[in-house]
């Protein structure tokens, strides 16, 4: 009986033994990888605001100035970011062509070379809009240009501060992304 006991209690004893020696580093605390700090959305309250002979709508989070009628600048201190405006009266198809050779011209030296996606929609008030967003290390990365009711509007997004490494400020591209369709939609 002594025998059959001591052989029905080594496989106990064995799984004992085995679960103590367990690598006790688990939890040890160990410091975490490196990342990137989440950035906070602009707020979804918006402002209209007059560009010339245009109206837009911004987020009430971003810090606008007029230094002309039809000039418009906005700071987005929590992206790091600036909003520059511009409308030109564009009254036949001749000065729409000018003015939009000149403002594809523009976008594609704030993109000094760098591979961009082009979007094209159509806003409800009529404007046709080409979004441009750059993925790589600019500091223009998200551009667009409308066209419609007799104006060429065109707005940038240029970041301060570093812009290597691009992946390091792929939320901030993709929430001032979110925010230039918002505005380009918001023509009036």
Not at 133 to 155: D, H, L, N, Y
Request: net charge neutral; with cysteine; hydrophobic share 45%.
């Amino acid at each position: 009986m002594r025998l059959r006991n001591a052989i029905l209690a080594l496989p106990v004893l064995l799984c004992l033994g085995v679960s103590s020696c367990r690598d006790r580093s688990e939890g040890a605390p160990v410091p975490r990888r490196y990342a990137y700090p989440r950035v906070q959305m602009p707020d979804t309250a918006t402002a209209t605001y007059r560009i010339g002979s245009v109206e837009a709508r911004l987020s009430t989070d971003a810090r606008v100035e007029s230094e002309r009628p039809e000039w418009l600048t906005a700071a987005y201190a929590s992206l790091g970011a600036t909003l520059y405006l511009a409308t030109a009266a564009a009254p036949d198809e001749g000065a729409v062509a000018e003015a939009l050779a000149n403002r594809r011209r523009r976008v594609s030296l704030n993109l000094g070379g760098a591979q961009a996606r082009t979007d094209h929609f159509s806003t409800p008030a009529g404007f046709d809009v080409e979004l441009i967003v750059c993925r790589e290390a600019v500091t223009t990365p998200v551009q667009f240009i409308a066209t419609g009711k007799g104006a060429v509007v065109s707005g940038a997004f240029v970041l301060y501060g570093a812009t290597e490494p691009a992946d390091s400020l792929r939320p901030i591209v993709d929430i001032l992304e979110c925010e230039t369709f918002a505005i380009a939609r918001s023509l009036r």
